[in-house]
């Protein structure tokens, strides 16, 4: 998953908001990683810096589970993953 350096796109499917997406993380829809890991970054207190979006972004690239994924599973494999936040 390629995503631009710096500002994040801020563009959302219409077709996939609402109830779903409190649920699931699109790894196809690029603003909804990206606003994911904005609030993952906010929520476990880590530095919202392009560096630390990018170790995100690989810690989501690297989960195993089956998608469409579930956030609450991806939130405890990346606390899991890093358990220094928070």
Known sequence: M???TGEWSGK???HYRGHLDRIFVSTTEEWEVEYFIDHYLKTHNYNNS???RE???QG???YPGRKPILR???TAFL????PGGK
């Open 79 to 82: 606390e899991k993953k890093w």
């Open 50 to 52: 392009q560096q630390s």
């Open 2 to 4: 390629a995503l631009k």
């Open 72 to 74: 609450e599973q991806l």
């Open 60 to 62: 989501i690239a690297d």
């Open 55 to 57: 170790v995100i972004l």
């Open 12 to 14: 959302d499917n219409k």
